[in-house]
Each structure stands twice: as C-alpha cells, then as structure tokens.
C-alpha cells in the first residue's frame, strides 16, 4: 500500500524549533518529488514547501522562507521539515504529499495523516 | 505568485441537488488544476485532475471543467455524504503550488 506517515508534532514555545518527520511506503520514495501542506485550526489549505526527488531542488512559500528546511534521506524513505524560529501563526496540521505526474498534470496523492504542530506559550 | 479564488465560501444545499463552485486563478493556468475534498478530521482527498479527469474510485456525480483562468466543480446529485470542504490547486507554477482558500458545503 502506498502510504505516508507523518510525525513529530507537538506543542512548542514561541522561538523555538522542532522537526517534522514524513516517512513513506509502497513506493520508490527517490524517484518522487514531495510536498508539505499546512492547515491552521479551521482555515484552509496553505501549500508551504517542495523538494525534488534527489533533493537538490527545494521552494517554499514566503512565510516561512529562512525559517524552515526541507530535506529528504532517500535511504531511510523519509521526508523532514526543520521548523525554527516558531511562531503562534505556525500553529497548524502539517501535512505531506506525494507529486504525483498524471497525464501532464502533477496532483498530491496520497497525503498522510497529518501532526499537530502547536507553538505557544 | 498565481493567486487562487473560490466562490462561494460557503453554501447549503439538500440532498439531489446540482451544485457548482467556481475557482478562478489570477492568471492562466492552462489546465493545470485540481480539486480536492476534505472532510472535518482526514486529510484532503484527490477528486479531479487535471481540470476534467476523474480520478479513480471517486463517483461519476462529480465533475470538472474549465481551463485558463476560469474552472468549475459540478456535483450532479448532491448525497449526505459530499458535505466536506472543497478546494482547488494550482499545479501550472511547479514547485509552486497553490490552494484556493476553500468552500464549505453543507447539506440540509
């Protein structure tokens, strides 16, 4: 079964770090690029980083550009993101995504569970 | 960056109705879109590809269209089970990948 898991969440004080683990199944993890997505309580869908599948490609949105990492451990099947300088706002459910290439088009498929990254005092 | 809209924010409906939600992008996204559903507690689940395509195991009632700026998602006979979130997602500004901000529909 193709299948991600998500862990790592937890509650954080303001300012600091914590590190989110993704770890994947069922599939050839190297030959995937990956994606997190966020969802802050009851908002909606925020897309925040990307990495290609050796890794030597990354993006994020701009909020938290210079504060998060992506990276990946293609032995281990297994997909990080390095939070810092946390903030309340950065409260939410962190989620990964496979990319998916269906006939020209790239769709997020499947997405783990997701791990409540909660940041507060 | 390729802002993406969805009308309406929300709405209720009753069961076997037609219901349609807009999404609309800030610039073309050729046909480079996709919806999504989610329901409270799970993660989102892949609906169309692609504008149109179906994706697997998901009900014929649903469908896609539109390419461009302008893109639609038709539920043809609404049933208890569709009440979830829907979003749309641009895929055309890889690695960039952009979310409509949702629509909630609610049945009666």
Redesign the interface.
Known sequence: EVQVVESGGGLIQPGGSLRLSCAASGFTFSSY?M?W?RQAPGK????IS?I?GSGR???Y?DSVKGRFTVSRDNAKNSLYLQMSSLRVEDTAVY?CARVLA????????P????TLVTVSS | DIQMTQSPSSLSTSVGDRVTITCRASQSVSKSLNWYQQKPGQAPRLLIFSASYLQSGVPSRFSGSGSGTEFTLTIGSLQPEDSATYYCQQSYSTPIFTFGQGTKLEIK
């Not at chain 1, 909606?44 to 897309?47: I, P, Q, V």
């Not at chain 1, 997405?111 to 997701?114: H, K, S």
């Open positions: 690029e994606n997505v909606g869908l925020e897309w990307y290609s490609r990354v993006s949105v989620y269906v006939a020209d088009s790239l769709l997020f498929d997405w783990g569970q997701g």
